[in-house]
């Protein structure tokens, strides 16, 4: 079935290196939808961004991914980490089942930004 | 912004009780959907529903029971609470827009079942 791998569970840096959280997925589908939700400490996810056009960079907050359909990839990327980037990232792809979408999410990976 | 509210925020329950978790959407969405969040499985759906008087089962549903009767409400049953059911529960509404619908996700409830 279809799949979402983020592979580092936790990712630590300092405060301005560049920040890159890997996502990849696998679906059957030729059209997939990525995600990219960010989760801060005692709240709730919400969406930072999403992609539905192959090698069209998309941007939010900083933030900045881009799907690429040969590679099945949707990397999260930053050039600068601060300190409130440090966070619980999911990637999810929507998958369909039956006539609706779910998603499915990935593992999560925990950023954190040291000073 | 999509308004998902749940409550209650936090419950402490016994083992064998029956808990009842409830969540409320302001937006008219047509989707809706039960969440458990753990450490190291990230999230995982429980159950969902397409619009009121509709419930699906996720990935996780043993042990769950889900109530969707109104457009705004859903609810998510825990007829025998076990240890095993502790945990951060979320709920999250959806347009319904399809493979490109953003869900909103409520505070979250935390539940201790002792």
């Known amino acids: 079935g279809d799949s979402v791998t983020q592979t580092e569970g936790l990712v630590t840096l300092t405060e301005g290196l560049p920040v890159m959280l890997n996502c990849t997925y696998q679906?059957?589908?030729?059209?997939?939808?990525l995600f990219w939700y960010v989760q801060h400490l005692n709240e709730s996810p919400r969406l930072l961004l999403k992609?539905?056009?192959d090698n069209k960079r998309t941007e939010h907050q900083g933030f900045h991914a881009t799907l690429h359909k040969s590679s099945s990839s949707f990397h999260l990327q930053k050039s600068s980490a601060q300190l409130s980037d440090s966070a619980l990232y999911y990637c999810?792809?929507?998958?369909?089942?039956?006539?609706?979408?779910?998603?499915?999410w990935g593992s999560g990976t925990k950023l954190i930004i040291k000073p | 912004e999509a308004a998902v509210t749940q409550s209650p925020r936090n419950k402490v329950a016994v083992t064998g009780g029956k808990v009842t978790l409830s969540c409320n959407q302001t937006n008219n969405h047509n989707n809706m959907y039960w969440y458990r969040q753990d450490t190291g499985h990230g999230l995982r759906l429980i159950h969902y529903s397409y619009g009121a008087g509709s419930t699906e089962k996720g990935d996780i549903p043993d042990g769950y029971k889900a109530s969707r009767p109104s457009q705004e409400n859903f609810s998510l049953i825990l007829e025998l609470a076990t240890p095993s059911q502790t945990s951060v529960y979320f709920c999250?509404?959806?347009?319904?827009?399809?493979?490109?619908?953003?869900?909103?996700f409520g505070p979250g409830t935390r539940l201790l079942v002792l």
């Open positions: 679906t059957i589908y030729s059209n997939p939808f």
């Open positions: 999810a792809l929507s998958d369909r089942m039956d006539s609706n979408y779910q998603l499915i």
């Open positions: 999250a509404s959806g347009e319904g827009l399809g493979g490109k619908d953003t869900q909103y």
């Open positions: 992609s539905f056009t």
